[in-house]
């Protein structure tokens, strides 16, 4: 053979060498890339299993994240005024730590009034197992045949309407979102499941677990330098949660005040045609009595004389009972044809005409939506995003009681409620005010 032959064949064995560990170089690069995308960022050696670990029951579908990405999430409780506050304590605390907040949901019908991490976390789980276990178990085929598993129970019914909505279906976060990056939780309460869908290892992650309640101040370095991957607070319920003193951050708290607004278009549909019937937005007064809740119970008499001393001197300071003296009348079109003062109370109490007798007696043409009842028949199902089985109509009513109570002129509320602190916050701005100063 000649030496050119081999030569020639020298030649190709090693361009095939060549081409073939090129080959090979550019299928590990595809592959460690796409790792990049599906794996955990390597923190305290988690990176192995996370990738032999498999995927936990129930888990959502993960969320794009930047590998740098750091988070913020809490638990809720209590009802829904004091889970709005929560929220907003929770924005509040992302933007100061500059995280992405993980937003829970929001629990509807049923919720622990509890507020110590490990309590919720047990109490919000167990809901769901619960609710869960009754829908897949809790029947009976045979009439004759009883069931004797245990939350099939009478006790555990009042779960069977435990829903959950993402506050996006009330609320509008657009303007927010441009300063604080928000994610949905998802309807899960599992800690496992959010560490795997937001890639978090399992020592990256510090927990808030104070049994008492404390305050979170923004000058606190603890918490603004915690390099943890995630922040997870228990409770952040309370209007006065986070002390305040950085100047940029008092004006973002008003920035979410002013901002975070009811968007939902039927709420907003039916609440906008029974506050035209009222004489429209500015053209009446707006009270708020609650007095089926412990708190408000135990206070009512005195809340109710607070409402109607109030209520006298705002009528008498502004010569507002100069045509109503002798004039009672509780028919809408009467009272708005002869410019009577209309007032509107907002209330939880099923009987007002006989619960609040002090104030029909001496002052005409108040109504409730109880005398606007009608224009809520048109109202429909809203199904939740949860379980389609539950009606959030009931849920919603007190919302567009509090909008309607809310855009009269004048608002007066009852001390400590956060329905009235709402209430109020959502007057100003119909006003044309700041929602807080």
Not at 351 to 364: D, G, M, Q
Request: aromatic letters at 12%.
């Amino acid at each position: 053979m000649s030496h050119e032959k081999i030569n020639s064949r020298e030649k190709s064995k090693f361009l095939f060498k060549i081409i073939f560990f090129i080959i090979i170089v550019v299928i590990i690069l595809s592959f460690t890339t796409e790792i990049k995308f599906t794996t955990s960022p390597i923190i305290n050696n988690d990176i192995k299993t996370t990738i032999t670990k498999s995927a936990p029951t129930n888990a959502t579908i993960k969320p794009i994240l930047s590998f740098e990405e750091k988070f913020l999430t809490y638990l809720p409780h209590n009802d829904f005024h004091d889970q709005h506050g929560a929220l907003i304590n929770a924005i509040m605390l992302s933007y100061i730590t500059n995280r992405t907040l993980i937003i829970p949901p929001l629990l509807i019908n049923y919720f622990p009034r509890t507020s110590t991490f490990h309590s919720l976390y047990n109490n919000l789980n167990k809901f769901i197992e619960i609710k869960k276990y009754r829908e897949e178990h809790c029947y009976i085929d045979d009439e004759n045949e009883e069931n004797s598993l245990d939350y099939c129970d009478n006790e555990y019914s009042q779960l069977d309407d435990f829903t959950m909505i993402n506050w996006e279906q009330l609320f509008d976060f657009n303007e927010l979102k441009k300063h604080v990056k928000m994610i949905n939780r998802g309807f899960d309460f599992s800690l496992d499941n959010l560490k795997y869908n937001f890639n978090i290892g399992e020592n990256d992650t510090y927990l808030f677990i104070e049994d008492l309640s404390y305050e979170l101040k923004d000058n606190d370095n603890s918490i603004r330098k915690n390099d943890k991957k995630l922040l997870h607070f228990s409770s952040l319920l309370g209007p006065n949660k986070i002390i305040l003193e950085n100047q940029n951050n008092i004006k973002f708290r008003q920035l979410i005040h002013n901002k975070l607004v009811i968007n939902n278009p039927k709420i907003l549909n039916v609440s906008e045609k029974i506050i035209e019937k009222l004489g429209g937005k500015g053209n009446y007064i707006g009270l708020h009595i609650e007095i089926r809740h412990k708190t408000f119970r135990i206070n009512a008499n005195y809340n109710i004389d607070l409402i109607y001393r109030n209520l006298m001197k705002h009528l008498l300071n502004s010569n507002l009972l100069r045509n109503s003296k002798n004039f009672f009348n509780y028919n809408l079109k009467v009272c708005l044809k002869n410019n009577i003062p209309i007032i509107y109370i907002a209330t939880d109490s099923f009987e007002p005409r006989s619960r609040f007798s002090k104030l029909y007696e001496n002052i005409p043409c108040i109504f409730t939506l109880f005398d606007l009842s009608k224009d809520l028949d048109n109202f429909g199902k809203i199904p939740s995003e949860y379980d389609e089985d539950v009606d959030l109509t009931n849920f919603y009513v007190p919302i567009i009681d509090l909008l309607i109570t809310a855009h009269g002129k004048t608002f007066i509320g009852i001390p400590k409620s956060a329905f009235s602190r709402l209430a109020n916050e959502v007057n100003n701005l119909s006003n044309g005010k700041n929602a807080i100063s």
